[in-house]
């Protein structure tokens, strides 16, 4: 049951995955061609999911959306796994001010109102900025901005495992700290790292459409998850076009398919390492 | 990361506020009930700087003479009659014989010539005082405990019209204090509600001789959230929302169709325009195309404004023709037609003036791709349409435009300090009928001058050209040589396009059918300005 669950959440995630690599063939209309004749359309043969406010394509603009939160969400989960990576080796496998000047570094980055950050952040950026370099800023940031939680778990792990016997035998035997942290720690740091990547997607999907929600995220005409779930607000829209509802359906089908990789592969690599 | 969080949490808080709405005590049978959108910053009628505020300050205030707003003519109000003098530097008022504060305290023309010197008072710093300020002395003389004189060393046009927005205070304010108008402010519970409560010394009686104002009470609730005003009147809970969006209109259209009340465009308007001061922010050459009479002219013919009034606003505004509204009709110059949308004129204008388009992209002279910014603040969804709209027509003839939706106050920050930008679009909200009021953003030394504030002299002949016609409309007594100065600016401005003119709004309103006697117009306050005679079935 759980492997074909997983099955499941794997074909989903390739299908939306393709769909957003691929929109340029699949959608019929570019995601900024306004049909002023036709706006807030319903669905139809011509508009699958009907069309939004200004007359454009919701079809269209969901699978750019897509392309959009889903490429570049885990891009920046990755920068911040990185980044976490990086500082936690780094203070783990030096001498313990190391590690308590990381822990201050980590609690700074936890403690500030990033918020405020992004919000002043835009208000310095260039104005004449590009929307595709405007979206590539706030992924990029936000990568950047979430190592803090994924640092606290590193290094706890490395903490953990720097105290192990076998590992003391290791450093007595004179192996350096480069080949230490390749061959001991990063394979039980591995799985971790997996189930943190696994973690920050969603959370960065879900705060681009925080950010969209309060005009801060993707700049028009390019749609994103954020923007048009901006249109929730108004929920008495629905009742004319459910499609409204269509990338709300689609970021929970990606959330639930990424926590159904999540839990059961986390415990497999886990096991492996034990073994 | 915790917004997901904060954004779970903001949808908690509105259900809790939907459902404690739900809860709120009946209204009382004679009892006006609507929403304001946040605490009135004060009661003090002369430190009014709010539109809350001067909402109560208009519900219970009581002023010398009121304008009509359906017939646009003066009538009296505390002050039985008036007469203006000395070529209009001298305005003289005799008021009623009898007449009290809610406290029951008389009041006299001691009183009037007290606000009024309060007023006018530069220590005070009195909102309501700005428009009475005059260069010379002001002399303020009471004649006799019912007539007092103001007398202004120069002529002050439109004195008489001026008194409509001052409300005669008593000596001893309160936390609430007392007032002439038709009703009181009796209690306030700060981010709760504001209750007014009929003034029982009220002056003013009906033909029949019936005290008014025929209701009771006003209960004003506190409710930032406009989607939660709208359910409540659709619920029944309040008897009329003031200001709709046209989304919110059409929801009332489709719910409850009897109460949706369309007025026609409203004063509001909405616009953009290119930042022609000598900003850092601004390379020069494109300081030579936001110059250009010919630049403007044609991105403005490249505007489509019936689609934005069609698309964005959802057929609930009007394309605009120009510096005022047609609904505000005495001002108005009906010689002025709105800009035909036409991107081939437009493209033979920018080709006269060096602009090539070549493989979509237009260049300039030099060869530098016509590309800019576009600023306005986030959250106005209307507005963010209309610049994506924008964006889509400029770039059927080239233009590149660069959306950036910043927050308000940043905003403001960039467009009146810093000149940090390249093209904004944003919206007056209009107040006031008078053109005088629009003094701080025609001048060309105005601090709110948009596309160049505080110029030391006007950068070209046309706004000298408009300088010298605010500055004839600002001291002209007749009202006519006034509206002929005013004309001539409009036109000035709709052939330079300094500010380039896109839709006036609609103004959309909800009206319960139970309440009787509203005549609703487009001037503030559009529902209550005859709250005396209004009454509940």
Known sequence: MRRALRRAAACVLILVGLCALLATAIAPYDYSRQFRETPNAPASHRFPMGTDDLGRDRFSRLLYATRVSVVLAPAAALVSILIALFFSAAAGLRKQWANQALSGITTLSLSLPWMFLFIILRAVLPLNTRPLASILVTFGLMGVAGWGWPARIFTASISQVMHSGWLLQARAAGISPWRIACIQIWPHLRAIAIAQFRVLIPAYILSEASLGLLGLGVAEPLPSWGNLLAELQHPDRI?????????LALLMLVMISLESLHPTTFLHTTREVAV | ???????CGAGVLTLAALFSAGLSAAAAPHELRFCLNGDPKTFDALHVSDDNSELVRFLTGGVLLR???VTDQLQPELAESWKLSEGGRAITFHL?????????????????ARTLKTALDPKQASPAGDTFRSTGNTEVRVDSPLDVTIRYSQPKPGIDRLFDTLSIVPEKAGKLPASAGPFFVSEYRPGDYVQLTRNPHYWKHDAAGKPMPYLDSIRLDIQPNREIEVTRFLRGETHLVNKLTPEAFDRIVREKPAAARSLGASLDSEFLWFNQSPSPAVPEWKRKWFTSVAFRRAVSASIHRDDIARVVFRSHAH???GVISPANRFWFNASLKELPFDPQSALRGLAAEGFVLKDGTLRDRDGHAVEFSLITNSGNRAREAT???????????GIQVNIVTIDFSSLIERIAKTSQYEACLLGFVNVAIDPMEQMNIWLSSGEQHP???LQKKPATTWEAQIDQLELRQ???PSRTLRKKAVDELQRIVAEQEPIVYLVNPDYLTAISPSLRGVQPVTAPPQILWNIEYLTLE
Do not use: C, Y
Not at chain 2, 1 to 7: C, D, L, Y
């Open chain 2, 96 to 112: 009623r014989s009898g007449l009290k504060f809610s406290d029951g305290s008389p009041l006299n023309a001691e009183d009037v």
């Open chain 2, 67 to 69: 304008i009509n707003r």
């Open chain 2, 1 to 7: 990361m915790r917004w997901t969080a904060v954004f």
């Open chain 2, 319 to 321: 394309p605009a023709a």
């Open chain 2, 451 to 453: 596309w160049w504030p």
């Open chain 2, 474 to 476: 600002a001291s002209e």
């Open chain 2, 387 to 397: 610049a994506t709209v924008i964006q889509d027509d400029l770039r059927k003839i």
């Open chain 1, 239 to 247: 009742h004319d076009n459910p499609w409204i509802l269509a990338p």
